[in-house]
């Protein structure tokens, strides 16, 4: 084969080294293009208004190869200066002629494009194309940070939803809401105090297990709150307390204020104006006459014994005598026999004490522990109870069954998380303010992802702009690498009278 027809492949990288083993440029080639680059630098300043030269200088490095387009539009746009020596006399043309003089000088021209290929095919392109993959990484986070914040939007706000709900609040002005619920206590208190009655058969059977285990037959004292609750309802603490009806039920009085209460009146409940009906803070039992009243005895019926003036006593008219009956803490009411006043915890219902409420939830759950026990004994044949009262022996698995599901209710009447929010709500300003808290967190946390989904879909718009301004510069420097390929291949072949060049490598891989 001739050696002509013999390709010369020339690898990227080594395209520099190649040309300086090889003597077609020198070793310290940089130094002389310096003085190039300056000339280069000058003569733009001074250009014809031509579209092509436009195009040439816009957006990239000038090599030697654009300075012979150059001239060749000068040839046209420069015709005019042209003698009859076919010299030009335009001082532009005789700059651009010098630029391509110096740059055929030790073949400066060609080391320098040299350069250029491998700094675009080693660094430029690729720096460009990894800017481009870490930008469509972030829009990728972006997107998945989208997600998430649209799935922690959409929790925080069902979470809301579902804690108004069980409210019974709108949750547009959270705590002056919450604070108007407990309107409704006393009707609820009502309803559960007559709901609370199926568990009437339960106690029965408990009481008879008791009677029957411990041997007695009268009634043993158990279960005094829930029972209590069951025959009277929901009567004041005082009345459970003491057995008999106040005369006068004295209320703390409830203030809703849109402000936390101050810290030094700690007496007063700080609920704001709330109705509990068109009596005020006083119940009428009715009218007493006094008049009416038996108390079985007169003075005429006591029986003082004998008492004289001769054996040293002193008979006093107690009518002179000045007793301050309030300083000696007797209480003596004018109404008559049902009682005195109730104040604080003894003017509250056991069902809104949290003192008797308590004691309410524990005796459901005594017998419903006691229910459960039974339904196991009788499920698993344990059940030994030969000299039990009939009320025990006739309780089959379905009767216990029905027992429980009706304590169940009950316990549900008096536990559910409403009837618990409420609850606490009159009792404990400070849960108010935690309620309304975590209620606006929540709120809080569905705003803060609005936000942030806001700022990032701004982001991802801002990514897709910079990803669409490097495309093209990408795009136009690989189109001008291949074009600086193909011109360098072509010079280096007329070197080697024609023979094909190729420069292999990175740069085919563009």
């Not at 492949?9 to 080594?14: M, S």
């Not at 150059?70 to 001082?91: C, H, M």
């Not at 675009?120 to 914040?149: F, H, M, R």
Request: net charge negative; glycine share 6%.
């Amino acid at each position: 084969m001739d050696e002509h027809d013999i390709p010369i492949d020339i690898n990227t990288t080594k395209l520099l080294d190649w040309l300086t083993s090889r003597r077609h440029v020198n070793k310290d080639w940089q130094v002389n293009i310096l003085k190039v680059r300056e000339k280069i630098n000058s003569a733009i300043q001074d250009m014809p208004a031509h579209e092509g030269i436009i195009k040439l200088l816009s957006g990239q490095h000038i090599n030697y190869f654009h300075c012979l387009k150059i001239v060749d539009i000068l040839k046209e746009t420069e015709a005019d200066t042209k003698n009859l020596f076919g010299r030009y006399g335009s001082q532009r043309m005789k700059d651009w002629q010098d630029i391509i003089s110096s740059y055929q000088k030790d073949n400066l021209y060609l080391a320098e494009a040299a350069q250029m290929l491998i700094r675009n095919v080693s660094y430029e392109i690729p720096g460009l194309k990894k800017q481009v993959a870490k930008i469509e990484q972030s829009q990728l986070e972006c997107e998945k940070k989208l997600k998430d914040y649209g799935k922690v939007e959409t929790t925080a706000l069902k979470e809301f939803n579902v804690a108004c709900e069980q409210l019974g609040i709108p949750g547009d002005e959270i705590k002056m809401e919450l604070l108007g619920l407990l309107k409704e206590l006393p009707k609820i208190y009502k309803d559960t105090s007559e709901r609370i009655k199926i568990v009437q058969s339960a106690i029965e059977l408990y009481t008879e297990f008791s009677k029957f285990l411990s041997g007695k037959d009268r009634d043993v004292e158990m279960l005094s709150a829930l029972k209590y609750l069951v025959e009277k309802g929901n009567t004041t603490t005082y009345e459970y307390t003491y057995g008999e009806k106040p005369v006068k039920i004295e209320e703390e009085e409830l203030i809703i204020k849109d402000k936390a209460p101050e810290k030094e009146n700690k007496n007063v409940i700080d609920f704001g104006d709330i109705d509990f009906g068109d009596n005020g803070n006083e119940i009428d039992f009715g009218d007493i006459d006094t008049n009416t009243i038996d108390f079985g005895t007169t003075e005429a019926d006591i029986d003082w014994g004998t008492l004289n003036n001769d054996e040293g006593f002193e008979m006093v008219n107690h009518l002179d005598v000045d007793i301050n009956l309030e300083e000696s803490g007797i209480v003596v009411e004018k109404s008559g026999l049902d009682g005195g006043i109730a104040r604080g915890d003894e003017a509250l219902t056991i069902l809104d004490n949290p003192k008797t409420r308590e004691q309410i939830i524990n005796n459901l759950m005594e017998i419903l522990a006691f229910l459960k026990i039974r339904l196991y004994e009788m499920a698993s044949d344990s059940d030994l109870l030969q000299d039990a009262p009939a009320v025990l022996q006739m309780q089959t698995i379905e009767s216990i069954t029905s027992l429980i599901d009706c304590v169940n209710v009950a316990l549900d009447q008096l536990t559910n998380k409403r009837i618990q929010h409420l609850h606490n709500i009159k009792h404990s300003s400070k849960y108010v303010d935690i309620l309304t808290a975590s209620l606006k967190q929540k709120l809080s946390i569905v705003d803060r992802m609005k936000v942030n989904k806001k700022l990032v879909e701004k982001k991802i718009v801002g990514l897709q702009e910079e990803k669409s301004n490097l495309q093209p510069v990408i795009k136009v420097l690989i189109e001008k690498t291949k074009e600086l390929q193909k011109d360098v291949q072509e010079d280096i072949s007329k070197k080697y009278k024609g023979r094909v060049v190729n420069i292999i490598g990175g740069v085919n891989l563009l």
